[in-house]
């Protein structure tokens, strides 16, 4: 095969699958605290919150979907493409609109 | 419901009445559709149809029928043209009535650029790109006749309104509040709607097909900057797809669920905002003009390297100059909307964006002149087609940068000057390049020539009858004719400039004729393609015979470089290649899933479309059910012995002689 | 294109990446998941736009019930967990060990689903649907359309497990398998974002 693919060991104990699970329960808990449980102003509960959905994304990608894997680049380049036209269709819109 | 009530709901309400001119485009109808079933009947060539067409996988076939379908559609969005212009031709006509007109222009727009063009474009890169990346295939061939009979399904049921229950009327754009259940109840809006969601879904198929296919499945030694220029376009318009499809399905779907469910997107009622949809439609409709247009500038490239027999110049250029074009569609869309009332900020950002994208634009035009500049020129019919497109373009997108100014637009908008810039750039760049590109691959397709001197002759007319048609646009514009009116008052000053216009529209249906006719005439008598390479081509399409065998290349190319092709024919290395010995092929097998699935589709689109659930949902259970049968599927396909291609290489290559 | 003989794998290599059919279609779904992105976008983007559309109809905070809400977000995510799993037994070519784990996956998405149709009923009940205002139409169009997505998933995988049970592990069901976990560690991602954009910012607005 001529491209340089790597791939993960997967003999063992399913070590990467086990600490993305508990990173995703620490994020998900701390949404809730920061929600529940802290007083911020609104504006920046939801910018923390929103950071941590986003960090959760990056530890799904990275230790379940094995996005690392295969052609990285072409699936990375995909995702950062579709990520930056949501931004653009999601705060374009609430700009926008918001005008109205 | 009784036999009296069924009566008047099929006259009052399923079948179209009304116009004689209705009358008559139905019996026409009928009439070709029986025509069609009687000569296939009589012929017996039902199973030939099924097994060579319907169930096809094969690119280059699914290339042909996209192109097919698409000609149709230029015919009937053309009709809807002519019909236009007969009613604008002098103030106070009454050939067509308001409704009547509004239907029209409605079917025109939607039909010419969904139906017509990006069918066309994606029919001629289906032939193309392919062969122009030495594959033997694409990607997913299953999916690509599911793209396929998707687009059909949707362009049917949309051409359905027509004769049962009513074309829709509210502009190809469909705004709510006016395409809300409210204002249009009945099913017309709602075969644009569904039409339009099948047809998209085939559409978002195709983009990614194309990616995967230019991504994974280029001849070895073909890095991405040893592509042909027309494959960069294919990548990047699918990548467009790709990312501005999904915002299209939300906006129809969102409508659809209003109109279906009384929900409150779109309405005013419940604190619904009728913007958002032109917000997330333009978000789509923006990105989709690029969809458009980079292919055509990627045959352009093509066409202008091979008949000025010199390498493009600045090909890295012309690369990035896509990519950043690509990027920027999805930064102006506001432009649309100017008018809407966003804040001075929001349209302040999206005129210079707008105005920005005009650069790389630029950059383009410069470097096919450069390419021309010192090439030895060859006026074919293609090349002729890829000229013409230069000057009227530039045309077109300077008035798009006059247009882009969001103060000046407050005076633009929705004026007839607007109707000549996207007129001008859709028609010298879009249905040029789909001209230029049939003349272009036309042997490669068919194994003969479209005829020169008729093929000049459309393109002096069209061209000509197409400023005649649309420079008195930007003037009656200016004087202040706005679009969709179904008639003007005398003694404004448009009467002139009108009926000039409605001269230049027949000269481009006539012009349109010739092009049929010479479809016709060629097939007949066209001038054989004996070498596969009747261009003296530069791309690897034109190394292999003419028809394209099914398998495409008996050897898979070693590419050297940059116009692959001419470096192994610099090299002499053609001869080569035959006294190697062949490998067997392995071809996918054909399949009547996606022709059925497509089918369900209809069905239950068309129940969707009458609000009769019980056969939206039937239809959708019979794509479930296909799509059961699919996974079970083992589809391994089927190997072509090394015999067999010895043979028809052998048989393709005697045939030449033989002449 | 030709598929490469099984006996020619390299032995790390896991089966779905074996052969060059494997490699494209996975591509081709990654690309299909980008798209998918925008299109949840698009319907973020209305819901966020409405977020006050309820025209003096009932608010998120008066109908939301977060507790349910919080117990379905855990229910997926230990399904992505146990959907990672099942991968992991994939590429140790271990049969029953994808099985079990797919089941279990498939059981908590069952589970999900029932509490979010519950969800949807309890608030109907309440006086909300799809008609109440415009904020409730983004609502309810958002989180169905996810729910929808699951739905569909659940059927898709239990043919795929239909398939390895047949067939056991090979190029074919290993790839397969692997894009229908792909599929499904996406919509959990979606949900992270529902939870987070919709649940969370409505009670905190």
């Known amino acids: 095969m001529r491209e340089n693919i790597k791939f993960e060991e997967h003999h063992g104990f399913p070590w990467k699958q086990v600490i993305g699970f508990v990173l995703s329960i620490i994020l998900t808990v701390a949404a809730l605290w920061v929600v529940f449980s802290l007083s911020l102003t609104a504006k920046a509960t939801i910018i923390v919150i929103l950071a941590l959905a986003s960090a959760q994304l990056l530890v799904q990608l990275i230790m379940f979907m094995h996005l690392s894997e295969h052609e990285k680049a072409f699936q990375i380049s995909a995702l950062v493409y579709g990520g930056t036209v949501a931004l653009i269709v999601v705060g374009g819109s609430v700009w926008l609109m918001n005008g109205m | 419901m009784n036999l009296s009530e069924i009566k008047d709901f099929l006259i009052g309400e399923f079948f179209v009445t009304g116009d004689p001119t209705i009358y008559a485009a139905q019996v026409m109808i009928a009439l070709t559709t029986i025509g069609i079933i009687f000569t296939l009947t009589y012929l017996k060539k039902w199973k030939w149809l099924w097994r060579e067409w319907l169930t096809t996988v094969d690119h280059k076939k699914i290339g042909i029928m996209y192109i097919i379908v698409a000609m149709l559609m230029l015919f009937r969005g053309g009709a809807d043209a002519l019909m236009i212009r007969t009613q604008l031709a002098l103030p106070n006509m009454d050939f067509l009535e308001a409704q009547t007109y509004n239907e029209v222009f409605t079917t025109h727009g ?168 032109v917000n997330l439609f333009w978000l789509w409709g923006h990105p989709e003009v690029y969809i458009l247009i980079l292919p055509a500038f990627g045959i352009f490239s093509e066409v202008i390297s091979t008949f000025a027999r010199k390498r493009l110049f600045g090909y890295k250029a012309m690369v990035y100059s896509m990519i950043i074009i690509s990027l920027l569609s999805f930064v102006v869309w506001v432009h649309h909307f100017f008018t809407m009332g966003s804040e001075p900020a929001a349209n302040s950002f999206f005129s210079i964006s707008t105005m920005a994208i005009a650069i790389p634009t630029g950059v383009k035009i410069f470097n096919w002149l450069l390419t021309l500049y010192k090439g030895k020129i060859k006026f074919t019919t293609a090349h002729l087609w890829a000229l013409g497109f230069m000057p009227n373009f530039v045309i077109g997108g300077a008035t798009g940068v006059m247009l882009a100014s969001a103060p000046a637009d407050y005076q633009y908008h929705n004026s007839y000057f607007l109707i000549s810039h996207f007129h001008y750039v859709l028609i010298s760049g879009t249905v040029f390049s789909i001209f230029a590109g049939l003349h272009y691959w036309w042997p490669k397709m068919f194994g003969h020539k479209l ?48 009926f000039i216009e409605t001269l230049g529209a027949y000269a481009m249906g006539i012009a349109f004729a010739i092009i049929v006719y010479n479809i016709y005439y060629s097939a007949r008598y066209g001038e054989r393609d004996k070498t596969g390479d009747p261009w003296d081509g530069r791309t690897l399409e034109w190394s292999i015979p003419s028809p394209a065998p099914e398998y495409n290349f008996a050897h898979v190319p070693k590419v050297k470089g940059l116009d692959a092709f001419w470096i192994m024919k610099k090299e002499n290395k053609t001869k080569k290649k035959e006294k190697e010995p062949y490998k067997p092929i392995h071809m996918p097998d054909d399949s009547g899933q996606p022709f059925m699935m497509s089918l369900f589709f209809f069905i239950s ?47 393709a290559r005697e045939d030449r002689i033989d002449e | 294109m030709s598929k490469a003989n099984e006996s020619t794998i390299q032995k790390n290599i896991p089966l779905e990446y074996a052969n060059e059919e494997g490699r494209v279609k996975i591509i081709g779904f990654w690309l299909f998941l980008a798209a998918e992105i925008v299109l949840f976008a698009s319907l973020f983007a209305v819901y966020l736009v409405y977020l006050d559309r309820t025209a003096d109809g009932p608010t998120a905070e008066e109908i939301f019930e977060i507790k349910g809400v919080v117990i379905q977000t855990f229910l997926l995510l230990i399904s992505s967990f146990t959907s990672g799993l099942a991968t992991h037994e994939l590429r140790r070519r271990n049969t029953k060990g994808v099985v079990v784990w797919m089941i279990i996956t498939l059981l ?98």
Not at chain 2, 478 to 492: D, K, N, S
Request: aromatic share 16%; charged share 10%.
């Open chain 2, 110 to 277: 939607t039909i010419m650029l969904l139906f017509m063009a990006m069918p066309f474009l994606i029919g001629l890169i289906n032939v193309a790109m392919p062969l122009q990346i030495g594959a033997r295939d694409v990607a997913f061939p299953y999916l690509n006749a599911l793209s396929f009979w998707l687009f059909f399904s949707g362009a049917m049921l949309f051409n359905l309104s027509f004769i049962i229950g009513g074309s829709p009327d509210a502009g190809w754009v469909n705004y709510p509040p006016l395409a809300g259940g409210n204002l249009s109840p009945g099913p017309e809006i709602n075969y644009y709607l569904i039409g339009l969601q099948i047809a998209g879904i085939g559409t978002l198929t195709t983009g990614i097909n194309f990616i995967a296919t230019i991504l994974k499945m280029r001849a070895p030694g073909m890095t991405l900057m040893r592509m042909p220029i027309f494959t960069w376009s294919s990548l990047i318009t699918s990548i467009i797809i790709l990312f501005a499809f999904p915002v299209l399905t939300i906006a129809l779907a969102l409508l659809t669920i209003d109109r279906l469910f009384g929900s409150h997107f779109f309405t005013v009622m419940g604190e619904g905002l009728p913007e958002m949809y």
């Open chain 2, 451 to 498: 005829n020169e001197r008729l093929g000049k002759w459309a393109f002096w007319l069209f061209v000509v009858g197409f400023n005649v048609t649309f420079v008195p646009m930007y003037i009656v514009g200016l004087m202040g004719m706005t679009r969709r009116v179904y008639t003007y008052e005398e003694g404004l000053g448009w009467t002139t400039l009108n």
């Open chain 2, 605 to 651: 689109g068309f129940g969707f479309v009458w609000e009769w659930m019980w056969m939206g949902i039937l239809g959708l259970v019979g794509v479930g059910v296909i799509m059961i049968l699919r996974t079970f599927d083992k589809d391994e396909g089927y190997h072509i012995s090394s015999r067999e291609i010895k043979r028809r290489e052998r048989a």
């Open chain 3, 108 to 205: 908590l998405g069952v589970s999900f689903l029932g509490m979010e149709i519950n969800e949807f009923i309890t608030y109907v009940s309440e006086g909300v649907n799809i008609s109440t205002s415009a904020f409730w139409s983004a609502f309810f169009v958002l989180v169905g359309t996810h729910g929808v997505h699951v739905t569909f998933g659940i059927i898709w995988i239990s043919f795929i497990l239909v398939q390895v049970a047949r067939e056991g592990i090979n190029t074919v069901t290993s790839r397969k398998l692997f894009i229908g976990g792909l599929y499904w560690h996406f919509l959990d991602v979606m949900w992270i974002f529902i939870f987070t954009a919709v649940y969370l910012i409505g009670m905190v607005l």
